[in-house]
């Protein structure tokens, strides 16, 4: 057992701000309740998704968008790699991101989405979920300003036009085609800012603790988990930690079943410079030098046999 905080997002945020805080400093994790994502548009989600990864293989590869480092669209199983991982993961996903307006500033960043033609309703349901998982980030975010000494607004202009992504994971049923040594997905930490996901009642994610432990993260249903990326350890010094996390491949009955999980990865503004938060150095400590958030992605995107 741990203490990762579950915390009710009905609370007012100066209430919940030191506990979300306190987790995140201790676990980089914290599970979210009473969020305002509709259960219904979830299932719908869940749904859509499922009828995505049925498909026949040769119409899911049409979607394979070449030389976008996976951005949008389709990522076939066996492509993402975690850094330093000899193995690929046992997934496949499907990437939805921000449309920005054609002529905009940061839309040289942010390729347009594409949407599977044989399910009619998938964009609609999709751009929701994109627009709410915003909602509930955005007060994530203001929770943590809170808790860092921040203007409840601190993140609002670095995170407006985020290259934030949506991702719908299938980890296929494990046969005897998994290369050894394989999981469903290897150890690794969240490049951007705060993660939040959906789907994690289904077993298998763990987190790495302090000491070294593995320790599952099960969130109940429709609930979210919400991790701190890289991107804001490093501008809080390390203080709020990015925590390697993992998905084993389950043992028994769970084994031969399909999971599914839908992370939203919440990105800053790809111009925002990361830059040490000053009341998160203490004096004689040296924090990481100031980095722009589209460096330090491609940098990380290069690592994880994406770009
Ligand atoms: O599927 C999950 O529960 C977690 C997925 C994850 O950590 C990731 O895609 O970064
Ligand atoms: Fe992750």
Redesign the pocket.
Same mark, same amino acid.
């Given at each position: 057992m741990t203490d990762i905080a579950s915390i009710s997002l009905a609370r007012p945020l100066g209430d919940i701000a030191d506990e979300l805080g306190r987790s995140f400093a201790e676990y980089g994790f914290a599970i979210v309740r009473n969020h305002t994502i509709p259960q219904d548009l979830i299932d719908r989600a869940e749904e859509l998704a499922k009828a995505f990864f049925e498909l026949p293989e040769d119409v899911k590869r049409s979607y394979k968008i070449e030389g976008s480092a996976g951005a949008r669209g389709y990522t076939p199983f066996g492509t993402e790699i975690a850094k330093d991982a000899a193995v690929h993961d046992l997934k496949e996903f499907w990437h939805v991101g921000r449309a920005l307006p054609e002529g905009h500033p940061l839309a040289r960043f942010m390729p347009p989405n594409v949407w599977p033609a044989e399910l009619p309703e998938f964009r609609d349901v999709f751009e929701r979920l994109f627009t709410e998982f915003e909602n509930t980030g955005d007060k994530v975010l203001r929770a943590i300003a809170i808790h860092l000494g921040q203007p409840e607004d601190y993140f609002t202009s670095p995170v407006e036009d985020g290259n934030s992504v949506m991702r719908l994971l299938h980890y296929p049923p494990l046969g005897d085609a998994a290369p050894e040594g394989a999981i469903r997905?290897a150890a &690794?930490?969240?490049i951007n800012t705060i993660?939040l996901l959906l789907g994690a009642e289904e077993a298998g994610l763990e987190l790495l603790d302090k000491q070294g432990n593995w320790v599952p993260v099960s969130p109940p249903k429709g609930a979210l988990a919400v991790?701190v990326g890289d991107m804001l350890e490093r501008l809080t010094n390390g203080r709020l930690r990015s925590t390697t &996390?993992r998905v084993v491949n389950p043992a028994g009955e769970a084994a031969r079943r399909s999971r599914y999980s839908m992370?939203f990865f919440l990105h800053f503004r790809p111009d925002f410079r990361i830059e040490a938060l000053e009341q998160c150095v203490s004096e004689g400590e040296t924090p990481p030098e100031p980095i722009l958030a589209e460096d330090f992605l491609q940098q990380r995107l290069r690592e994880i046999g994406l770009a």
């Open positions: 997905a &690794h930490g969240d993660t991790n &996390h992370p």
